[in-house]
């Protein structure tokens, strides 16, 4: 499609439109979800290219019967030819005369969001000396890529704050065209932002007395239009520093959404939205102080209940084997006990479960005094029940499926009387 075909160029505004199909293509895809592709002779409809996303709309016409017919347009592609292909479930003949009807909602926040984006970036180039290297126009947020190290907060927010006094300054942004060989000497003369690899008329968008840059997108006819600009994020990524932004009822819906998350959060905490900084603050620093206390708090009960299992088993032929299991502790407390138990008294074996969960957690472990190897006989053992586990000399670990807990206990036990009797 020529150029000056392509309605949106001219007049970006330009919401409804006459056309004929010029050709019409079947894409193979799953049935019965087909899709058609149509090229119109002229068409307003945006096809996603240089960040921004495609337009969306209706295709209207009458059928030869006189009923009236509604076609959307799904998706907007341009091909390698220069083709604009509009996708459509439904097919229509070539030759047929069509009205299309662009979806203005979606277009003009497109704009928006479009036209914030070339005023940011001036404004990056100006105050940061930040050349943008890439822009895309997302479903919720756009991006722009600076080539750049890291920025502060407080440019940031100057930035922001330019931004918004040239919207409201409402300064024009107007088309223009160039040929090749001018808008290179524009660019040599450091009056044009950027220039893509294109052959031919040059399309030229200017924001007064700000910006100058090449671009075939839709743009706003002023900066007032964009409403406002807000930058939600700044991120750092390979090439330098992504900035995330919204403009015009994206930047107010998402200052809304941010403001019901403040008032939420603040309400859970009885306080207001200001506080909460400070208040989150000593809320961590007061719970990494009770994490604290309760970890001594789980040492000290782990000791004392080690002492009395000890005090409760007395040794036999030379051995304290004491055999326990827990519904209602957790597997770390069970692992804490099963080594204070050990450390108790000489002589001293505890095979613990954990069973708040199945498979159950079990630990052996045994005094220094003794010599056998707990993490070979647990994995032994653990083996012919076809399962994995071990550990180190003095403390070992594995899971059992709590059906195969009494079975495991069995052999564990005979094992450690046996290494005990020094039989291997
Ligand atoms: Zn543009």
Redesign the pocket.
């Given at each position: 499609m020529p150029d000056s075909d392509r309605l949106y160029y001219s007049d970006p505004f330009l919401k409804t439109f006459t056309a004929t199909i010029h050709d019409a293509r079947k894409v193979p895809g799953p049935e019965p979800t087909s899709v058609w592709q149509l090229a119109l002779d002229r068409s307003a409809f945006y096809p996603t290219s240089?960040g921004q996303p495609f337009d969306i709309g209706l295709l209207k016409t009458t059928s030869t019967a006189g009923a009236n017919i509604e076609i959307p347009v799904e998706q907007v592609e341009e091909d390698e030819s220069g083709t604009v292909w509009h996708f459509v479930q439904q097919p229509l003949s070539k030759g047929t005369q069509v009205e299309g009807q662009i979806d203005w909602s979606r277009r003009f926040d497109h704009m928006q969001q479009?036209t914030g984006?070339?005023l940011l970036s001036a404004v990056f180039v100006r105050e940061l000396q930040a050349p943008t290297v890439s822009f895309h126009l997302g479903e919720q947020a756009s991006t722009i890529d600076l080539a750049t190290s890291m920025i502060a907060h407080h440019s940031l927010e100057r930035v922001e704050r330019i931004a918004n006094e040239i919207i409201a300054e409402d300064r024009s942004v107007t088309i223009s065209y160039a040929s090749r060989a001018e808008a290179e000497a524009m660019l040599a003369a450091g009056e044009l932002r950027k220039l893509p690899d294109r052959e031919g008329t040059i399309r030229v968008?200017d924001i007064a007395d700000l910006d100058r840059?090449a671009?075939g997108?839709t743009?706003l006819r002023a900066t007032g239009q964009i409403g406002g600009l807000l930058i939600r994020r700044l991120e750092k990524v390979s090439r330098g520093v992504r900035i995330e932004f919204v403009c015009g009822l994206r930047a107010v819906r998402s200052a809304r959404t941010d403001a019901a998350i403040l008032t939420d959060t603040a309400g859970l905490l009885s306080t207001g939205a200001p506080e909460l900084p400070g208040l989150i603050k000593q809320m961590l620093a007061d719970s990494k102080t009770a994490a604290k206390e309760r970890q001594k708090l789980r040492e000290e009960l782990a000791t004392y209940q080690a002492s009395e299992l000890v005090k409760e088993a007395p040794p036999e032929n030379g051995l304290r084997l004491i055999v326990r299991g827990w519904k209602d502790r957790d597997r770390d407390f069970v692992k804490l006990l099963a080594s204070r138990a050990a450390a108790a008294a000489p002589s001293t074996v505890a095979f613990f479960s954990a069973t708040d969960s199945d498979p159950a957690c079990i630990f052996l472990a045994r005094s220094t005094d003794l010599k056998f190897n707990c993490g070979q006989i647990l994995k032994e053992a653990l083996a012919t029940l076809g399962l994995r586990g071990g550990g180190s000399p003095d403390l070992a670990q594995g899971e059992v499926p709590a059906k195969d807990e009494p079975t495991l206990r069995a052999a564990v036990t005979d094992a450690v009387h046996r290494a005990m009797a020094g039989i291997e």
């Open positions: 240089g479009h984006q070339h968008i840059n671009c997108g743009h």
